[in-house]
């Protein structure tokens, strides 16, 4: 038996659902409108609401726009018009109704969404291979964030159809849920272009830059929120197990702990094991050491955590103490930080966006202290959000291997590290079956550390 969600949460959804739509059908003219020469619907959209400089100000970057785009034409075109029909379709495979009253319409839909995203990946993967990263006008991060993207919208896609098969239906859901989170970057980006070119004295191209680095958590907070408010109403939610081997998580908090010591004690202070490689600008300020700190501790604090969170407690006081005070810290070094290059644009909302959510994750969790299992959820959300540290290295070590500027490293590493453990908070709270990964939740008072 279903229970309906309330009226506002109806109107929510309904809203979110109908924005994507609308943008997937913007984006299926796209191709046209380059042919033709004229500006894409969208950023005709976005002129009229903010301005025409603000969209198309600066000569040079519309020139490498042009550029780009003509040189990956047939990609950006596969990607635009397969995506918004990908977009399209997926919006009304979340429609609860049509899968229960409707069913086979709801599986023609999913055949076309699941072909119409296979090939709108694959577009972007071509339009990407073609154009060097460093031609990217939002940065070179933002393209090995697209390139990220792509590959996991197509595992995520990958891992729903498998479940589908096996007549798997909640791990299903979940999939398609992280698969649309996926999507809905697309539209988002062009919302927070909207509202922070209202805000900030930013043209598209920095808004971009900067909104690159908090697009991947952002769209899957709103997927987790329709998988709460929505999907469990629909049908019961898979309990909340690891989508991480214990022991490969152990090894990635101790390497975070001396990660965050080194980058935001000692770096900030002259003993920076990496001076002969960046400079003092990509260095955080003397101020990060109120993060370092609380961060170190934290870390530990969050593997003792994550078991009693997968049962549905919540976490310590002193363990949500530790994480405001890290939250606290991330939003002074947000405030030290200066200059208008991308780079550090996307430094500076990836600081303010990081430390302005886990200081509302701790706020929460010290409010509402419920065991029941909505809340377990978010909190399994909120904990591994605190975790994003832990893989700056290996993702540091990886990009490092393209030649790009320390800065433009640095930006990279910031906006895969918090998406890397956005998706993986999401598939650890709704219990989504990883490859490889037993489907185990540790015992109660039993430690990851």
Same mark, same amino acid.
């Given at each position: 038996m279903t229970t309906a969600p309330s009226r &506002?949460?109806? @109107?929510? $959804?309904?809203?979110?659902? /109908?924005?994507a739509a609308l943008f997937? *059908?913007?984006?299926?003219?796209?191709?046209?409108?380059?042919?033709?020469?004229?500006?894409p619907l969208v950023s005709q959209l976005m002129a009229?609401?903010?301005?025409?400089?603000?969209?198309?100000?600066?000569?040079?970057?519309?020139?490498?726009?042009?550029?780009n785009y003509t040189r990956g034409f047939l990609g950006i075109s596969a990607h635009t018009a397969l995506g918004g029909l990908a977009l399209s379709a997926?919006?009304?495979?979340?429609?609860?109704?049509?899968?229960?009253?409707?069913?086979?319409?709801?599986?023609?839909?999913?055949?076309?969404?699941?072909?119409?995203?296979?090939?709108?990946?694959?577009?972007?993967?071509?339009?990407?291979?073609?154009?060097?990263?460093?031609?990217?006008? &939002?940065?070179? @991060?933002? $393209?090995?964030?697209?390139? /990220?993207?792509?590959?996991?919208?197509? *595992?995520?896609?990958?891992?729903?159809?498998?479940?589908?098969?096996?007549?798997?239906?909640?791990a299903h859901m979940g999939w398609m849920a992280l698969m649309m989170a996926s999507l809905m970057t697309a539209p988002l980006l062009r919302i927070g272009d909207v509202i922070v070119g209202w805000l900030l004295p930013l043209n598209l191209t920095q808004t971009t830059a900067g909104l690159a680095a908090i697009l991947m958590p952002q769209a899957v907070l709103l997927m987790a929120w329709w998988m709460q408010r929505v999907g469990r109403l629909n049908m019961p939610l898979l309990p909340p197990q690891l989508s991480m081997l214990p022991a490969a998580l152990r090894a990635l908090v101790w390497l975070g702990v001396g990660t965050v010591l080194h980058e935001g004690l000692l770096a900030p202070w002259g003993l920076d094991a990496l001076a002969h490689w960046r400079g003092a600008d990509v260095r955080l300020p003397g101020i990060a050491g109120i993060w370092a700190v609380s961060s170190a501790v934290l870390?530990?604090?969050?593997?003792?955590?994550?078991?009693?969170?997968?049962?549905?407690?919540?976490?310590?006081?002193?363990?949500?103490?530790?994480?405001?005070?890290?939250?606290?810290?991330?939003?002074?070094?947000?405030g030290q930080l200066q200059g208008q290059s991308l780079d550090q644009i996307g430094h500076r909302f990836y600081w303010a966006a990081f430390g302005a959510s886990s200081l509302a994750w701790s706020v929460a969790g010290m409010l509402w202290r419920d065991g029941n299992r909505v809340q377990a959820n978010w909190r399994i959300l909120g904990l591994m959000n605190g975790l994003t540290p832990t893989v700056w290295l290996p993702y540091a070590l990886a990009l490092g291997l393209t030649g790009w500027p320390a800065a433009t490293i640095t930006?990279?590493?910031?906006?895969?590290?918090?998406?890397?453990?956005?998706?993986?908070?999401?598939?650890?709270?709704?219990?989504?079956?990883?490859p490889g990964v037993p489907a185990t939740t540790p015992q109660t008072g039993q430690s990851l550390a």
């Open positions: &506002s949460v109806r @109107a929510l $959804a309904l809203l979110a659902l /109908l924005v997937g *059908l913007a984006s299926l003219v796209y191709p046209i409108s380059m042919l033709q020469g004229q500006w009229a609401l903010v301005s025409r400089d603000f969209v198309m100000g600066d000569p040079q970057t519309v020139q490498q726009v042009i550029h997926c919006t009304l495979q979340f429609l609860p109704t049509l899968r229960r009253r409707h069913p086979h319409v709801h599986r023609v839909v999913g055949m076309v969404a699941v072909g119409s995203t296979v090939g709108a990946m694959i577009g972007a993967m071509a339009y990407l291979w073609v154009t060097p990263a460093i031609d990217n006008v &939002s940065g070179p @991060a933002f $393209a090995a964030a697209l390139w /990220l993207q792509a590959v996991t919208t197509l *595992l995520s896609l990958g891992l729903a159809v498998a479940s589908i098969r096996r007549r798997e239906i909640r870390l530990p604090s969050l593997l003792r955590e994550l078991p009693e969170v997968l049962r549905g407690r919540p976490m310590s006081a002193r363990t949500l103490l530790l994480m405001a005070t890290a939250a606290c810290g991330a939003l002074a070094v947000a930006t990279g590493v910031l906006t895969l590290s918090w998406g890397f453990f956005a998706w993986h908070g999401f598939v650890t709270a709704f219990g989504m079956p990883m």
